[in-house]
């Protein structure tokens, strides 16, 4: 089955081709320059540029996968969670081109992509599964069963852990998206530099917000020089610090949840599954568990439409064609 994917949830634009599990075309246009200098998307400016892209990004798809338009078994899209106005002309694409081909249309939920990612690099793993889906607006431990049933055993309070990253690298001055600049910059710092707060709930949910606070009067508690010294000679301590803050708590909690659940098998994804960290210390997590740990490719944690392809593939074997009325849903949960 030969499944185009739309994807115009944020800020990225992407399409991909998916070949009974092989991607064939995975295709992101990046609006992170447009962006970075708010520090952050701007929702006015995301969906007119979703405009502007989404037919040109799903041309190159179906030429890097050499494949006619009128090849195609389905169109998969996602139709939330996400901004209303980025959602829609994905959306709206999607259900016209699907029309025009006389082929069904997926709906799929952004997240449920995210976690369907992982069945991307084989082996997929066998349900149930344990998945922690840490992303720019997300933060959630879910049991992921069979037949698209998602026990959601937790989630933030406050901000995800990618906004924290965010939120905090704006501060250093990093710009946005600010995880990947984190990321580099911890390479080369020490950890233990600076204690951040880990906040642990009592039971699987997550708070970061803490986390950013205890950033911002850590600087704004030091004069003008010493703040400038700090960041002149210890940003790369400061972003390890503050990594390792992040880390410590999304690996803590993945352990209790596997001692809790009896999990055999565990997935991280979204798109601080990328950071480098999180994925080193989840591989000791298995070494030392003796579990399964997935953690998708690097091009499937950020956002990408081979997941929402992948999940769409998945719903329409199980008979869940969406009707053409299927409408955004900009505030959708698992
Ligand atoms: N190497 C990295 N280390 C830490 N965080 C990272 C890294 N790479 C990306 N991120 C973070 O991942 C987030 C983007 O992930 P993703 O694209 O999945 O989020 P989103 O689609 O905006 O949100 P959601 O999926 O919750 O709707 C950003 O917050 C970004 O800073
Ligand atoms: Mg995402």
Redesign the pocket.
Known sequence: MLVLGVET????TAAAVWDDGTVRANVVSSQDELHEEYGGVVPEVASRDHQRLVVPVVQRALEDAAVDAAALDAVAVTHG??LPGSLLVGLSFAKAFAQGLDVPLVGVN??EG?VYSVDLDPPAPDRPFLCL?V????TELVRVGSDFQHDVLGRTRDD????A??KV?QLFGLGY????A??RRAARGAPTFQDFPRSRLDDFDFSFSGLKTSVLYYLRDRSDAERERLLAEHLDDLCASV?AAVVDVLVDAVRHAVGETDAEQVAVV???A???S?RRRMEAVGDDTGIDVSVPDLAY???NAAMIAQAGAQRLAAGHASPPTLDVESNLQL
Request: net charge negative; hydrophobic share 30%.
């Open positions: 949830s944020c800020d990225d969670p996400g952004h997240l995210h889906i992303s720019g607006g997300h995800a852990a990618g906004e990253f965010d690298a998206p600010g995880g990947p984190i990321d990594q979204g798109g601080v990328a950071n480098s999180l944690c950020m956002d």
